[in-house]
């Protein structure tokens, strides 16, 4: 069997992106300068990235019965995403709340509505998907035994895992141990190393003790500072491109997204790391997730 799709299971969210100066005090009314509305959710961000890159790109998921999970499935089949694996909730879409800062900063209120409807029996329907996949994709915004139940499905047929650590929760190292490909951001790689990871020096320094986490490569993100890449022998560091910066939504799904196309087109981690950071940081020139990602074209034209 030729191997040569990936399914990512995970979150969908709309995401409704407010952009300001900074954030509200406790008891204070403030005005954004603008809002706009953006699909998202990390599971859908990540499968959209692939799938813009070319890839053949299944998604596992829940919308829930309401305006925005229609929006969001009619966009994810736009950029050629596979959604015939997901269903529908008796419940409310994952809705995201973002405060997006001028300098590209941005925080985020989640209500997890119908990706946590996610059950393990949804993941033996699509047992057919992940038998002939190359690259299972997974992250934390959907519930951890499902997370943990998909990793144990996805390493019985050989496929390469990518388990993106957001958000940050304590998983049974068993599973962990499964993981081809472990990725974390600075807040995460401080919670699983119980370190405070802020530069590339200190997550230089966590790098062994986080490795035990993937087979094959750890990666931890580090937004303006860039990325660092472990094979469990050297250290690749990446600094971030030089971009003018419009708003960070997404930037670490795009990073990932374009992890799985090195891996599928057996890049080399240098090429790997460099095509991420080139990814990614088309990703951030634009507002919105999805919408901003770019494809294969328009990152050499």
């Known amino acids: 069997m030729i191997k040569n799709a990936v399914t990512v299971i995970g979150s969908i969210n709309y995401d409704i992106i407010f952009k300001q100066k900074r954030l509200p005090a406790i008891g204070e009314t403030l005005s954004a300068d603008n809002v ?5 959710g990390k599971g859908a961000n990540q499968a959209v990235q692939c799938a813009k890159l070319g890839l053949k790109t299944y998604m596992v998921g829940k919308i829930g ?24 909730a008796d419940t409310n879409t994952g809705l995201g709340i973002v405060n997006s800062l001028e300098d590209g900063r941005l925080v985020s209120t989640i209500s997890k509505g119908a990706n ?3 059950k393990c029996e949804d993941i ?6 992940i038998k002939k996949s190359k690259i ?8 951890k035994e499902v997370v943990e139940y998909s990793i144990q499905t996805a390493k019985k047929y050989d496929c390469y895992i990518i388990l993106n650590a957001a958000p940050a929760c304590q998983i049974d190292e068993k599973y962990l141990r499964m993981v081809d490909c472990f990725v974390v951001n600075e807040t995460e790689a401080s919670f699983y190393s119980g370190e405070n990871i802020t530069t590339v020096e200190s997550a230089k320094q966590v790098c062994k003790e986080l490795y035990e986490y993937a087979n094959h490569l750890l990666v931890i993100t580090l ?21 003018n910066v419009v708003e960070t939504t997404g930037a670490g799904d795009s990073f990932i997204g374009a ?15 460099e095509f991420a950071s080139l990814v990614s940081s088309r990703t951030v020139t634009k507002i919105g997730g999805q919408e901003a990602m770019p494809t294969l074209k328009e990152l050499y034209n």
């Not at 706009?36 to 998202?40: D, E, I, K, M, P």
């Not at 925005?68 to 596979?82: D, H």
């Not at 937004?223 to 971009?243: A, C, M, R, T």
């Open 136 to 143: 299972v994709i997974l992250q934390l915004e959907i519930p």
């Open 223 to 243: 937004g303006e500072k860039g990325s660092i890449l472990y094979d469990g022998n050297e250290i690749l560091i990446f600094p971030s491109k030089k971009v």
């Open 36 to 40: 706009t509305f953006s699909c998202g």
């Open 116 to 118: 946590y409807s996610l």
């Open 259 to 273: 992890l799985a196309y090195g891996i599928m087109n057996e890049k080399s981690y240098d090429e790997m790391g």
């Open 65 to 88: 019965n309401d305006n925005f999970g229609s929006e969001l499935l009619s966009n994810m089949e736009k950029y050629g995403l596979n959604t015939t694996y997901i269903s529908q």
């Open 124 to 129: 033996d329907h699509v047992e057919s998907i």
